[in-house]
């Protein structure tokens, strides 16, 4: 009985997907707005990476909306999962000697990538949120290979609040030049060079460290709950 | 270049059936994770490499990594 009840509740809500999206014409030239981007992003911008343009300068504001809910949800699960008094490494084995070996190697690779793809948001596919979650992926590793060590907890949340405050404060910037809230105030510079795109690198380095220390901390705290 | 993604896309049906299925939850979220990774290859081929960096670092990084630690300290099989 209860499987039948799924079943049709499964076909009832695939019906609905289905009538919602077939009525979708996926591949034609419709919004304007999106045309607009395609073919002014990166003059406007200066940022030829158009995801990166419309995420960080066209959308700026959404941005920061995604940031506050990601930093909303690290806090919810630091109050759920909050850090045992005592420390939670006693009966904790240690990982083997190839993971060790492995993450003692690999993690400034990661660190190194990660922080290449945050730098390089405007200029390649990726940015903040990528290279964020490649560097906290480094810190996956780290607490993999050394499960008891206590992470570096006030450090994570240091960068964080650092780098969420510079995120506003760039955008404050912004009103103080004249340009609106996240506006850019900088010179666009020369396309396709490292410090171009006005204040788009910036913000996304911002949002990068915040990303990063935000899942990592969320990792830890898993991690470090006995 | 078509059949390639119908290739992938039978390969994601197959590990969400799987996933739902299985009873040993560390199984269940491997054939997760492999769901997430068939994903983000999918969106490189659809020319979305910046989702497809998300997708993999996040979905079959991180999230993959947060079940296991949970499946850990719960319980492994499904009663």
Not at chain 1, 19 to 41: C, E, M, Q, S, T
Not at chain 1, 61 to 90: C, Q
Request: hydrophobic content about 60%; aromatic content about 8%.
């Amino acid at each position: 009985m209860r499987k039948a009840v799924a079943l049709l509740l499964v076909l009832v809500v695939g019906a609905g997907f289905y009538v919602v999206l077939a009525n979708i014409p996926f591949g034609v030239d419709k919004a304007d707005v999106a045309n607009h981007y395609v073919r002014n992003g990166a003059r406007e911008t200066g940022a030829v990476n158009i995801v990166t343009a419309i995420v960080v300068a066209y959308r700026g504001f959404d941005t920061l909306g995604e940031v506050t809910v990601l930093f909303i949800a690290a806090v919810g699960v630091g109050a759920v999962l909050l850090p045992a008094s005592r420390p939670a490494a006693e009966e904790k084995t240690e990982a083997s000697l190839i993971v060790r070996t492995g993450s003692r190697v690999l993690f400034p690779f990661i660190i190194l990538l990660g922080a290449y793809i945050l730098v390089h948001g405007h200029l390649t596919p990726g940015g903040g949120f990528q290279g964020g979650a490649v560097i906290a992926s480094g810190f996956l590793l780290l607490y993999l290979a050394w499960p008891g060590q206590g992470a570096a907890r006030k450090a994570f949340s240091a960068v964080e609040s650092l780098s969420g405050l510079a995120f506003v404060a760039v955008g404050i910037l912004g009103i103080v030049y004249g340009v609106g809230f996240l506006g850019n105030f900088l010179p666009l510079g020369v396309r396709n060079e490292l410090l171009s795109a006005g204040v788009i690198p910036i913000i996304y380095v911002a949002i990068g460290l915040k990303v990063g220390a935000e899942l990592a901390g969320v990792v830890g705290h898993l991690m470090e709950r006995p | 270049m078509i059949i390639i993604e119908a290739i992938l896309i039978l390969f994601m049906l197959v590990a969400a059936v799987a996933t739902s299925l299985f009873r040993d939850l560390i199984s269940a979220v491997v054939t997760c994770a492999a769901v997430s990774l068939l994903a983000s290859l999918l969106f490189y081929l659809l020319d979305a490499p910046d989702v497809a960096m998300a997708e993999a670092a996040i979905g079959a990084g991180l999230t993959t990594a947060m079940f296991v630690v949970a499946v850990r300290k719960t319980k492994r099989h499904e009663e």
